[in-house]
């Protein structure tokens, strides 16, 4: 299959590294064309995942119409914010047939809405939309580590037979038609894998971080469920699975966030020490704000806002948690 990944990121780069590997044509396209003659010139990506030269098979392009010609699956791993001008630049350059997936998570600023939501709006006639989730790092999937994911889409028969086409030894693929759970589970679980960091920072023990992540799956569930989703999905890889691993693994950004802030580090010398983005920094807002609106109870998240806000200090949260009413486990 030709494949072409937009944004080459560490998370893109990896995917295009992947695939490429499994005997599929994939084209590498960044909007910095100075970063794609860098790697063109060094066959890797040594500003965002260093180590892993790039397999013959794997092109690179500045054009970005030279990078869709003949694709038969588009996969963009640009951060959320680059999503809407990403697909607004490649809009004049594909048909309807063209796949488009997605492997970014998050809530849109300031729209609050998915990334599958946001390629339905700017492409609107576009017959398969496609969320790629679930517990994955980057490095690992460089490295042909074996990982498990989520792809999501509408039509079940067809999102049934892309999995088997781009299933791998290295990364096995799991069908499913819930697009709004897959999506919230990926953006959410940013938001817990923050607190958790902040939870360990602050040397709270191992009995407060399986409480933290147990009431966080509980808390994206109930946004989730209020947004349509189907529950049994939030136990999945793109729910359960996604939230221990970015919760607990040393690679995750956002759990990098959480121990910087425990640190007392302000939120703009944190994401300048981590070259990278985080998106559970933008996430906390617009879930706060979806919890609000819709009067969902997401305690976690509203904390965390209150600390970005300068509302709490970071040794205060736990306090603002541990304080709250008590409340039934199943509310």
Not at 301 to 319: E, H, I
């Amino acid at each position: 299959m030709k494949i072409t990944v937009l944004g080459a990121g560490a998370w893109g780069t990896a995917l295009a590294i992947h695939f490429a590997k499994q005997q599929h044509q994939v084209c590498l396209w960044a909007r910095d064309s100075s970063h794609v003659v860098q790697m063109q010139h060094e066959r890797c990506n040594e500003r965002y995942l260093k180590g892993f030269l790039f397999p013959e098979s794997l092109s690179l392009a500045t054009d970005l119409q030279a990078a869709v010609d003949a694709s038969e699956l588009v996969l963009i791993a640009t951060p959320v914010a680059g999503l809407r001008p990403t697909l607004t630049a490649l809009a004049e350059y594909i048909d309807d047939n063209l796949p488009i997936m997605t492997a970014c998570k998050g809530f849109e600023v300031s729209t609050g809405m998915l990334p599958h939501q946001v390629v339905a709006e700017v492409l609107p006639q576009q017959q398969h939309i496609v969320l790629l989730s679930g517990p994955s790092f980057a490095q690992e999937l460089a490295e042909q580590l074996p990982c498990a994911v989520t792809l999501a889409a509408a039509n079940s028969d067809w999102i049934e037979q892309l999995c088997r086409d781009l299933n791998s030894p290295v990364l096995r693929l799991y069908a499913s038609t819930d697009l709004i759970g897959v999506a919230v589970g990926g953006a959410l679980k940013n938001v817990m894998a923050i607190a958790t960091g902040l939870c360990d920072g602050l040397h709270y023990g191992m009995n407060a971080r399986a409480a933290l992540m147990t009431r966080g799956l509980a808390e994206i569930a109930r946004l989730a469920n209020h947004l349509g989703a189907q529950e049994h999905t939030l136990m999945g890889l793109s729910g359960l699975g996604d939230l221990i691993l970015t919760c607990t693994g040393g690679l995750s950004r956002n759990r990098q966030v959480g121990l910087k802030l425990a640190e007392n580090k302000n939120l703009d010398t944190i994401l300048a020490e981590l070259g990278h983005v985080a998106e559970g920094v933008y996430t906390v807002s617009e879930a706060h704000r979806l919890a609000e609106q819709y009067q969902v109870s997401m305690p976690i998240t509203a904390t965390l806002y209150a600390l970005f806000q300068g509302q709490l200090n970071s040794t205060q949260v736990a306090q603002s948690l541990m304080m709250r009413s008590p409340t039934p486990e199943n509310s």
